[in-house]
């Protein structure tokens, strides 16, 4: 998951920055990104994958469509195969490849968003979240805002045994350089790691250039 952030102007130092990657409030803040996100990109249940082989089948000469929305390709056999059409409950036709394509990471039908049981069900938990931030990263000359990708597992709720999100984050300098610094929730809140990478940030010519970029951003909206 990618997002476009502005760094507060509070954040002074990349390990203030480190900190609040891997702080509750950056957790909370991903999670209300997260969810529309997974909803929305949540893959069909196996069951339903694996109708597409065994049950939704039809033979070419009975699709009434002339092009699949997928790939925009016509119906004719495309895949080495004369009956590579498959027909959803909803009663579109998708080729078979197609189909699979887009039920792995989408749950209705791409014609008419008919909803097909999902793999995620229920309420889930946010078990480990990484966010990697590339300081040079920017996107615009007035904002500054940089690019985060986070990494979000998911466990489903209930099932933690009352563990805490494990947190952990990273920033990587224009050099290739990265630096990296992480919280454990199996233990105590206070106690975290730091990586030998992290040293790095004791050479001031390092923590100057870093710390001059971080304060050349803008803060968030």
């Known amino acids: 998951m990618d997002l476009l952030y502005r760094v507060p102007?509070?954040?002074v130092t990349p390990s203030d920055l480190l900190a609040h990657l891997r702080s509750p409030a950056w957790a909370k803040f991903v999670t209300r990104f997260a969810a529309p996100s997974i909803k929305e990109l949540s893959p069909v249940a196996p069951a339903v994958l694996a109708c597409l082989e065994r049950e939704w089948r039809v033979p070419i000469a009975h699709v009434a469509a002339q092009l699949c929305v997928v790939c925009h390709g016509n119906f004719a056999p495309k895949f080495?195969?004369?009956?590579?059409?498959?027909?959803?409950p909803c009663g579109d036709d998708l080729h078979l490849q197609c189909a699979r394509a887009w039920l792995r990471r989408r749950s209705s039908c791409p014609v008419c968003v008919a909803p097909l049981p999902r793999a995620l069900e229920g309420k889930y938990a946010l078990l480990k979240v990484h966010s990697e931030l590339a300081l040079d990263d920017v996107v615009g000359d007035a904002?500054?805002?940089v690019r985060v990708v986070v990494t979000v597992e998911l466990e489903r709720a209930g099932e933690s045994g009352g563990r805490e999100c494990q947190l952990s984050a990273s920033l990587t300098a224009s050099t290739g350089e990265?630096?990296?610094?992480a919280v454990s929730g199996s233990g105590n809140r206070n106690q975290h790691r730091t990586s030998e990478r992290l040293s790095v940030l004791q050479q001031p010519a390092r923590i100057a250039r870093l710390a001059d970029r971080i304060a050349t951003t803008t803060c968030l909206r």
């Open 9 to 11: 102007h509070a954040l």
């Open 80 to 88: 080495g195969s004369e009956d590579c059409a498959v027909r959803l």
């Open 143 to 145: 904002e500054r805002c």
């Open 178 to 181: 990265q630096f990296h610094d």
